[in-house]
């Protein structure tokens, strides 16, 4: 008993992954035509879903139906015959083949490759004139930029005739244009009568560009609404299953003395390149400096030099002690033992070992720690797991089993471990880059007031993030840096977006400097 | 997808590696005009089923121990060392200058300071490459395997020039003095009653044991392992942790080149009780596979370096007893290596899918 008008009706599917109950008698039915987004938090069961959708994963129960017949996707193969187009977080795309040959990987008809790539080539003038999604088809993958690069994957999809198209987390890679173009593409299709199903954490995106949204959590459908009649603050309830705070909640800072200050701190890469060029900045006990700025203008770098990754010039002094800048006293260990806690930037690269168990990872970095040695030589596992259990609870890790590998935590998850570990550490200056990275709504609220929490302790800390709007909502001072340097200061009470936004493209010919 | 149970990607994967390995093995007898029933059966009563033929399993298994464990620490730390060959080598070297040379007063104390010598000179002969490693990044297997030419010159060198006795035409030192004779399990009480004729396993199979316990507490009780882990994992997660990447290297490789130089107290020690050319024989190389089919934990190691030991010495029954030539049991290695090690994913996504057949439509019987 299906009805036709929806393109893609789900009934009763549940998937169960040993013990965890990954998606419970999950509804749905998308309406042909319209875009429809899915949100949850990480590990509330979108990827299970879509992977059945896409034949990765086979349900334990219920059925599929695609324009109202029952249709049983067994592989990828069979999605691909019911018109299931899908666009992955990661890309597969071969990097040294053309956008042509890897639109025709897997299509390729005949033994020759020429009559499937002359035919390509008509198809996709055709859907780049209908869809304004042009790309050079002569172009190597490696030579676009990643929202071309998506294109591609959408391309590849219309190519196989989609009617259904599935995006996952499709912004995360993006900047801010790029989405809207992203967005506006999806319009046209939508408007050419395609299906598109979006499934994103972010709930501006949904808002702007969903007809209707399903909210999952813990592996249940929890509501499917229309995104006329809902609000972001009623999804994130729905998603997290309580009241979510969408804006930090701070009182005013009372910054102590000056713990870190630097002066003229210059790093050349490995290249020869000037990547931080004269950098000063004081940051006081109890404040908050945030760092704004497009990514790859010397943020990085200036972790990378206060956390003991790389070696810099310049002058340092924490708490009035000089700061070692190179050589001795300028690794990871002894910036540990002056009290800077550090939550770099790319969690997965360097705050985690993907493979150790999580109370593996609690340890690291601070494996010299007395508390988690039973001698001299022997160190004492079992008080370091004991340690992580405690940590997990306070910290809200879920699953909270401290033998699990990191890298079967979410990534909301993964970044609690990193953050429980290092806030944990009682530091002087707290060192904190991309906090919110691919971070859930539940997650993002809970780390943003950790951070302020410490700041309240007395904790220096510098806050790097892309994020505009975390940089506002929880500095008290921004400090915006463009091409290795700072532009200027300013205030986020009386400061915008624009003009911060001019400044991180190095344009200053506002007003004065403040020091 | 879907992941096996522990039991069967600990045991069932590699057992039905070895029965591939061993079929292809006998269509390999075959072929030469041979009887694989015959073969087998030879090795297994030549190495299993008499004391005296597990006196030289396990004298074999004892070597391998050694070098598989050599190999194993350096993989933790993400170092291939392929140089466990030279190393053993210049470990044979250790060992027969404090034999040579030192007054021992007891058989034990020669034992400490010869296994002592073959780990430092072990260590040593791996530091060159592993400095080259840590500081200038030269690759470690490129550097090793040259070390082990340089080493089968060295030794050549060494015995034909400087350790040869005047007058004695076999380039090899003269026979160790009698009171550093270590006792083989014949001569061990308790063992003595399993091992009632002279076999040259000997008390260095213990001392493996013990070493192979103590790797194990060393990568996963202390704070080094830990380092050797973390930095094998991931080199940029070291750097951020403050784990120094030239410590780390040095430090894994040197102790990975020492593992390597104590195999020389068991050949050359506990067996030849002097120093001959080519005294690892192979056995360096040997461990690459033993680490390999080990999954580079200690009881793994100590495992495959039975199986190895079994073959190593079925293989030279082959070639006592049958007309099935003794290289046969290096075609009996390398099919069992390519089983165990290169084609180890290609067993796991056939059982894989066998599994998830048993498991999706509805779980049949308890597992």
Redesign the interface.
């Known amino acids: 008993m299906s009805d036709t008008s929806f393109a893609i009706e789900l009934k009763g599917i549940s998937k169960a992954f040993g013990p965890v109950q990954a998606n419970k008698d999950i509804n749905i039915a998308v309406p042909k035509g319209t875009i429809h987004g899915i949100i949850g938090e990480n590990g509330a069961g979108k990827s299970t879903l879509m992977s059945i959708l896409y034949g ?3 349900a334990d129960s219920g059925q599929i139906f695609i324009s109202g017949k029952p249709t049983p996707i067994p592989d990828s193969q069979s999605a691909i015959r019911a018109g299931i187009g899908m666009v992955f977080q990661h890309f597969k795309l071969v990097q040294n083949f053309t956008v042509l040959e890897n639109i025709i990987l897997g299509a390729e008809e005949g033994a020759m490759l020429n009559t499937s790539l002359a035919r390509a080539r008509k198809t996709l003038k055709q859907l780049a004139d209908d869809y304004e999604l042009d790309v050079d088809p002569d172009a190597l993958i490696e030579d676009l930029s990643v929202g071309h690069q998506q294109r591609v994957e959408i391309l590849k999809a219309l190519y196989r005739q989609a009617d259904i198209l599935i995006l996952d987390e499709p912004t995360g890679v993006l900047t801010p244009a790029e989405a809207d173009h992203l967005f506006r593409i999806l319009k046209g299709l939508k408007e050419q009568g395609k299906t598109i199903i979006l499934i994103t954490h972010k709930l501006r995106e949904i808002m702007e560009s969903t007809d209707n949204v399903s909210v999952m959590r813990r592996g249940t459908m929890v509501a499917t609404v229309k995104t006329a009649e809902t609000s972001p603050e009623a999804l994130a309830e729905l998603m997290v299953g309580r009241k979510v705070l969408l804006e930090v909640e701070k009182g005013p800072a009372t910054p102590g003395e000056t713990v870190l200050k630097l002066e003229d701190l210059r790093i050349r890469d490995e290249h020869g390149v000037e990547r931080l060029k004269g950098i000063s900045l004081e940051i006081r006990a109890g404040e908050i400096l945030g760092i704004a700025g497009v990514a790859g203008n010397g943020q990085s770098e200036l972790l990378a030099a206060l ?3 790389m070696r810099a010039t310049g002058r340092a002094t924490l708490k009035g002690a000089a700061l070692p800048l190179s050589g001795a006293g300028s ?6 033992r002056a009290g800077i806690a ?1 939550v ?1 930037e790319d969690r997965q ?8 168990a999580a109370w ?1 990872n609690i ?3 601070y ?2 720690d007395p508390d988690y ?1 039973k001698n001299a ?3 004492d ?1 079992a008080a370091l797991k004991a340690d992580t259990a405690r940590k997990m609870e306070t910290y809200d890790v879920r699953p909270p089993i401290p033998a699990l590998a990191a890298k079967n935590f979410s990534g909301g998850n993964q970044q609690k471990i990193v953050v429980a570990r290092e806030f944990e550490q009682d530091p002087v200056l707290l060192l904190v880059g991309q906090p919110t990275r691919g971070v859930d709504i539940g997650a993002i609220e809970f780390i943003h007031k950790q951070i302020i929490a410490l700041r309240d302790k007395g904790v220096a800390v510098l806050l790097v993030s892309v994020e505009l709007d975390e940089i506002m909502s929880l500095s008290d001072r921004i400090a915006v840096m463009f091409d290795g340097q700072i532009m200027g200061y300013r205030d986020p009470a009386t400061t915008n977006e624009r003009e911060l936004g001019l400044l991180m493209a190095g344009i200053t010919d506002q007003k004065g400097e403040a020091a | 997808m879907d992941r096996l149970p522990r039991w069967a990607d600990l045991a069932l994967v590699p057992l039905i590696s070895l029965l591939l390995a061993a079929i292809i093995s006998a269509l390999v007898i075959l072929a030469i005009g041979q009887d694989p029933w015959e073969a087998i059966t030879v090795m297994v009563q030549g190495s299993l089923m008499s004391a005296y033929g597990w006196g030289y399993t396990l004298y074999y298994t004892t070597s391998f121990i050694f070098t598989g464990l050599c190999v194993t620490i350096a993989f933790h730390a993400g170092l291939f060392n392929i140089g466990g060959e030279g190393q053993a080598q210049l470990g044979g070297l250790g060992v027969a200058l404090a034999c040579l040379f030192i007054p021992w007063p007891h058989w034990s104390l020669a034992l400490i300071g010869a296994s002592l010598a073959a780990a430092a000179f072990g260590a040593a002969w791996i530091a060159i490459p592993a400095w080259l490693q840590a500081r200038r990044g030269s690759h470690i297997v490129i550097t090793t395997i040259m070390f082990n030419y340089i080493a089968s010159s060295l030794m050549i060198f060494m015995l034909v020039d400087v350790l040869r006795p005047p007058g004695q035409q076999d380039p090899s030192t003269a026979n160790f003095p009698a009171v550093t004779h270590i006792p083989s399990l014949d001569e061990l009480p308790l063992f003595n009653l399993i091992f009632t004729k002279p076999v040259p396993a000997n008390i260095s199979l213990l001392i493996a044991l013990a070493v192979a316990a103590g790797v194990w507490v060393l990568l996963w009780h202390t704070r080094l392992g830990y380092q050797i882990r973390a930095f094998g994992k991931s080199e940029a997660g070291a750097r951020y942790a403050g784990i120094s990447a030239t410590k780390i290297t040095m430090i894994a490789l040197m102790l990975s080149g020492a593992l390597a130089g104590m195999m020389a107290i068991n050949n050359v020690m506990g067996e030849a009780e002097r120093l001959v050319g080519n005294s690892a024989s192979g056995a360096g190389f040997i461990g690459i596979a033993v680490a390999l089919m080990g999954r580079n934990h200690p009881i793994g190691v100590v495992l495959a370096a039975l199986l190895f030991g079994f073959l190593f010495q079925g293989g030279a029954e082959l070639g006592m007893w049958t007309k099935i030539p003794i290289e046969m049991r290096i075609v009996v290695q390398g099919l069992v290596i390519l089983f165990t090690g290169a084609l180890d994913m290609m067993v796991r996504m056939m059982l894989t899918r066998i599994f998830a057949l048993f498991r999706n439509p509805r779980p049949v019987g308890a597992a």
């Open positions: 990765f994963y086979k956390g003991g990754m690794d990871g260990q002894s910036r540990r550090h770099p690269h360097y705050g985690l070992i993907l493979d150790f593996e340890a690291f970095g494996h010299n040695q030589l022997i160190m596992n």
